[in-house]
Structures are given as structure tokens and as C-alpha cells.
Nanobody
Framework: QVQLVESGGGLVQAGGSLRLSCAAS????????MAWYRQAPGKQRELVAA???????NYADSVKGRFTISRDNAKNTLYLQMDSLKPEDTAVYYC?????????????WGQGTQVTVSS
């Protein structure tokens, strides 16, 4: 069973930066496709950025050019560097891991970390 623990959230002014981390344990991190999602109050959870096992990345249009997702398989850690933050980036950010076997797929979630951007 994989456990995911996020950290690095907080309060920042618009234009500032934060780096989120997601530490994985209990499984083989290197075989997980990883992603960051976020959920603002009253809104559905949305994909922010994703990175595959091979290192390919994709981003939501709203964060392209401002956020960078990366992974360090040696440290079993996923990162999200967030620059030029905007008030609309305020949300709870969740780490997500997914692996697909011939027997089925498994999805794991962290508990979330709050990011608040003040104007």
C-alpha cells in the first residue's frame, strides 16, 4: 500500500512562489505515474500537472509557464514548483499516484495541503 504525504503549502502573496513536495512510501515510487490536483472551495477537483514514469509532463492551461512538476525517484518524492502565483491558484493541492498492472489499476491520494494566495 502506497502512502503519499504532501508538504510545503502555506500563505503567499500574489506573484510569490511555493514548492510543494509529496513523499511516497510503502511501494515502488518509480513505477507510479504521478500528478498534482487541486480543489478550490465550491469547485471540482482538477488536474494541475502530471508526470509519467518516463518523465513526460503535461499541465493545465491555467498553470503553463508558471508551474513545474518534477520527480526524484531516488528520494521517492514528487515536487510542484509554483511561481507567479495568483489568487485563483488558492486551493487544496493533492498528490496522486497511479499504477496499472495486468490485474488492475491502483490509485493513491495524499491528504492535501492548503495553498492560499493573497491579492
Amino acid at each position: 500500500q502506497v502512502q503519499l504525504v504532501e508538504s510545503g503549502g502555506g500563505l503567499v502573496q500574489a506573484g510569490g512562489s511555493l514548492r510543494l513536495s509529496c513523499a511516497a512510501s510503502g511501494g515502488r515510487f518509480s513505477i507510479l505515474s504521478m500528478a498534482w490536483y487541486r480543489q478550490a472551495p465550491g469547485k471540482q477537483r482538477e488536474l494541475v500537472a502530471a508526470v509519467t514514469v518516463g518523465g513526460s509532463t503535461n499541465y493545465a492551461d491555467s498553470v503553463k509557464g508558471r508551474f513545474t512538476i518534477s520527480r526524484d525517484n531516488a528520494k521517492n518524492t514528487l515536487y510542484l514548483q509554483m511561481d507567479s502565483l495568483k489568487p485563483e491558484d488558492t486551493a487544496v493541492y493533492y498528490c496522486n499516484g497511479k499504477v496499472i498492472f495486468s490485474s488492475g489499476s491502483y490509485t493513491y491520494w495524499g491528504q492535501g495541503t492548503q495553498v492560499t494566495v493573497s491579492s
